[in-house]
């Protein structure tokens, strides 16, 4: 009796289940596998239908490439210092939202409003206020005598970088800190109220009872931002372009499909994007599984 009602549970489970499965075949498995054939092909965007299979010559084109390392370079550079500010940021705001102030249902509120502008828009609104002649930011360092001539922040080679990962900081950090507040609010207050009493200072509360038990969520947060740094086009693009300093690989695939109607290197440099995100992920969620383990959390 019990096996026919766990049969029938099973059957009911995946009834639910194909409709999304269908969905998540045609949307996205069955385009990433087309990407991997195309891979392997001399295909171009001209004529997609006209190919013939060359093996592995496409990636060894690909990692022959100066340009495709200096894209790497460039995008784990934005992931970890754009990732680690982030969090650190997140951190600390959502503690302070987390604190009995007055106002903090308005700072709620307005903390959100950098992360609900879509990217492309508060890159452009950005970019205008960066500007070396009409931008405000010049303007008012102009008027403090900090400088005398406008700054190209965003043709500088060597200020472009730190001016995307600080526009990246202000447009995802209210992201961080939705998740970690959400984590804040889930915490038992109990535990909080004994350590009071048994005379525990506050900062030995928020290192050995707020950290571990925020740990999940905080893990949680940094996840999904690594998938959003790791493959970032918008906000580059739009700030500097086709700059080589700034070129991030999935700009680098966009320009090798689009720009030269490489279909074939193109799909490859897709597809390494696909491994190099799955790798770092795979890594990063072993690391945080085994760190949970050995900590007994």
């Known amino acids: 009796m019990r096996i026919g009602l766990n049969a029938t549970r099973a059957r009911t489970a995946w009834l639910f289940l194909v409709p999304s499965l269908v969905v998540l075949f045609a949307v996205a498995l069955w385009p ?10 001399d295909a171009f965007l001209t004529e997609p239908d006209i190919y013939g299979y060359v093996g592995f010559e496409n990636y060894f084109t690909l990692f022959e490439d100066p340009l495709w390392w200096q894209s790497v370079r460039n995008t784990l550079f934005f992931t970890v210092i754009s990732v ?5 940021l997140g951190l600390a705001i959502a503690l302070l ?15 959100l409003i950098p992360w609900s502008i ?7 609104m950005w970019q205008w206020m960066l500007h070396d002649q009409f931008g405000i930011l010049n303007h008012v360092l102009k008027l403090m ?14 200020l472009v ?7 990246d900081v202000w447009i995802t950090t209210p992201f961080m800190v939705l998740l970690i507040l959400a984590g804040l609010q889930m915490l038992p207050k109990s535990i909080y109220e004994a350590a009071s009493i048994d005379g525990v200072s506050e900062w030995r509360q928020f290192t050995a009872l707020t950290l571990p038990l925020l740990a ?28 080589d300093d700034t070129k991030t690989v999935s700009i680098y695939a966009r320009e090798v499909l689009v720009n030269f109607q490489d279909m074939g290197v193109g799909s490859a440099a897709s597809a390494a994007i696909f491994l190099m995100i799955a790798i770092v992920t795979a890594v990063y969620v072993t690391v945080f599984r085994l760190n949970r383990r050995l900590l007994g959390v």
Do not use: C, K, Q, Y
């Open 97 to 111: 939202l987390n604190a009995h102030i007055s106002g903090r249902g308005l700072m709620r509120a307005v903390i």
């Open 216 to 243: 999940p969520s905080i893990a949680v947060a940094v996840l999904f931002r690594l998938l959003d740094a790791l493959r970032m086009f918008d906000l580059s693009f739009v700030l500097s372009s086709n700059s």
């Open 32 to 41: 990433l596998g087309r990407t991997f054939l195309f891979s392997f092909t």
């Open 84 to 88: 680690s500010i982030e969090t650190a």
């Open 145 to 158: 005598g900090f400088i005398d001539n406008g700054i190209a922040w965003t043709a500088n080679p060597n």
């Open 161 to 167: 970088m730190p001016v995307i990962i600080a526009v």
């Open 118 to 124: 879509p990217v492309v828009v508060s890159a452009r």
